[in-house]
């Protein structure tokens, strides 16, 4: 099974060579020894596009094809030159399957007991600050739960990025899409799919406190605290989970399964 990203980037701008460098600068390290075999130019024309598909055997990479997609998908989201047309090929085909861990029921219930918590805890109007990509659907169900618990928040949303070598992030994190509009001493709420290492939330906790939040409160969806690196815990917690992959409401992996209904598990199969 080979998974397949295609990029399009501007003959003029970039070259076979300008991509692998792009790519080790945003993975800060040396690229694979076989990437360059990975790569496969199909055409370019003189004023046109140069489309570049990568095929990799997910078997024989291991870690790093999960590794290098993502920096694809961070190359494209930086670059106006750039962008990411397809993550995979085949997806009927794919070589895992994913398991139900926290059913649709399971966690309509618990996004409202959220809702319930929060509203104890937060003034009737506030400023909800959501996460993107994979908190999109939590945000969006939270925000409604909240309605329903007497609640207006104004609904914000912040795309932040973490990367490094590996699957283990560098620890650096930068604001790749959107900014809150003015928060001078408001209070506000930031949502986030899954805690783990903990420097994403750390980092936007401390962005917004900087940007003049009188108050950060934070809610993740998942947390996995075995994966911590950072000594911050979110206020508010949907479920605690080992370090297992999860997809689904919101959650990808390699963009898919985030139409799921559920949280879901994902295991070779």
């Keep these: 099974m080979s998974g397949l990203a295609r990029c399009v980037i501007d003959a003029g701008l970039a070259s076979r060579e300008a991509v692998f460098a792009r790519l080790a600068e945003q993975l800060d390290c040396p690229l694979p020894a076989n990437l360059d075999a990975l790569y496969d130019i199909l055409s370019r024309e003189a004023a046109g596009p140069l489309e570049i598909v990568w095929r990799a055997d997910r078997r024989a990479l291991g870690e790093d094809f999960e590794r290098i997609l993502a ?74 739960a909240l309605d329903r618990e007497g609640c207006r928040p104004r609904v914000e949303f ?16 930068k604001v790749i899409g959107g900014m809150p509009g003015s928060i001078e001493g ?56 080992d370090d297992v992959f999860v997809v689904g409401y919101g959650i990808d992996y390699a963009e898919r399964y985030r139409h799921l209904p559920f949280i879901g598990k994902v295991e070779a199969s």
């Design 158 to 173: 912040l795309q932040v990025s973490s990367y490094g070598t590996g699957t283990e992030s560098s620890g650096r994190v």
């Design 186 to 241: 408001q209070e506000v709420l930031l949502v986030d799919d899954i805690q783990d290492t903990g420097r994403t939330l750390a980092f936007t906790r401390q962005m917004l406190l900087d940007n003049g939040a009188a108050r950060a409160m934070t809610c993740a969806l998942l947390d996995k605290p075995s994966r911590r690196v950072v000594e911050i815990e979110p206020d508010l917690t949907g479920f605690v989970i």
């Design 71 to 144: 920096a694809l998908q961070e190359v494209a989201l930086e670059r106006d030159d750039m962008r990411l047309l397809d993550e995979a090929a085949e997806r009927d085909e794919m070589d895992e399957q994913v398991k139900v861990l926290f059913s649709e029921q399971e966690v309509a219930a618990r996004v409202q007991e959220l809702a319930r918590e929060i509203a104890a805890r937060m003034p009737r109007e506030f400023t909800l600050v959501g996460l993107l990509k994979g908190a999109f659907v939590f945000t969006a169900d939270l925000v409604r």
